[in-house]
């Protein structure tokens, strides 16, 4: 069994001192040197090395728009870690002081799940989810060192808590044995989608999530797509359903520009309804303002 922890040694990591300004790595603040390199970069390796790369990109362009270099630095090298077909390790405590010792604790328990997952079979197994998870957990730990983008912390961790359970969950056993033989799906029947706050419009992640989605639709020739819009709790039951719609319109109009046909998508929105994370009225969830795109249009 191939071990992805294995691969590549430890990345020099953001210690204190280079979180706080000093050059990393021999590179001045500011740089942007190794993130121009992994946008022209053309990914090699297995599949979850792949999806690695992405999604590193993304993360590091992220924080390359908010200025904050040492961040953009850090994934970026990642990034070009798994271009280059090595999948390195998980960010560690040792490196990122995070001061709320529950969270810390929380980091911890998240981090030994994913080692393990990591050393498992689910890579090659899962290999858009294990991706996920591993670049997730980076994006949960950077954003609770910083510690006061809320609702980013929560999306980040949030994010890797689902891509872990897809992971574990077991497979789908058929009620009886087909008469032939078919392959397994390669994608997730249903991709999810993130908002901000009271928003409807997509993140540079909800765009590239989208672009996976409409991928599949097209190789697996989908011709009944559902999207469905929600939100969490806070605000009023007709302005939130309102939103809902906004939001599955939003998702709908970026497959679309994917080249996915607007009359092969049937859009909803359900408000309140259906909420991932259950919580009393009122309550800014992160979890709850989403969009599911069905590839099986149920």
């Not at 210690?15 to 001045?28: V, W, Y």
């Not at 908010?66 to 990034?79: H, L, M």
């Not at 939001?247 to 049937?266: D, Y």
Request: aromatic content about 8%; overall charge negative; glycine content about 8%.
């Amino acid at each position: 069994m191939k071990s992805y922890m294995k691969l590549a040694a430890p990345l020099l990591l953001c210690g204190l001192a280079a979180c706080n300004g000093t050059p990393a790595n021999g590179l001045l603040p500011g740089s942007v040197y190794q993130l121009e390199q992994l946008t022209k970069a053309t990914p090699k390796g297995s599949a979850f090395t792949r999806a690695l790369t992405e999604n590193y990109r993304v993360m590091a362009q992220e924080e390359k728009d908010e200025y904050d270099w040492n961040a953009q630095q850090i994934f970026a090298k990642k990034g070009l870690a798994a271009a280059d077909g090595n999948a390195m390790p998980p960010e560690t405590l040792e490196y990122w002081d995070v001061s709320d010792p529950v969270a810390a604790n929380d980091l911890r328990m998240g981090r030994a799940r994913l080692i393990n997952m990591l050393n498992s079979d689910a890579p090659n197994r899962a290999p858009q989810w294990a991706a996920d998870a591993l670049s997730k957990f980076d994006c949960w730990l950077h954003e609770q060192y910083e510690g006061w983008q809320f609702d980013e912390i929560a999306a980040c961790r949030g994010a890797f808590i689902i891509a872990m359970d897809q992971i574990a969950a077991p497979p789908k056993v058929a009620a009886a044995p087909a008469p032939a033989a078919i392959a397994p799906a390669a994608d997730p029947a249903i991709y999810l989608v993130f908002f901000d706050f009271d928003k409807s419009d997509l993140s540079q992640e909800a765009v590239r999530i989208i672009a996976n989605a409409a991928k599949a639709i097209t190789a697996g020739r989908k011709t009944n797509i559902k999207v469905d819009g929600y939100t969490d709790t806070s605000g009023s039951t007709a302005y939130n359903l309102k939103l809902s719609i906004r939001r599955s319109q939003a998702v709908q109009g970026e497959l679309v520009r994917n080249g996915i046909p607007a009359a092969s998508i049937r859009i909803e929105g359900l408000g309140e309804g259906g909420l991932l994370t259950q919580t009393p009225d009122g309550v800014r969830e992160p979890q709850n303002r989403r969009a599911t795109i069905d590839l099986m249009g149920r």
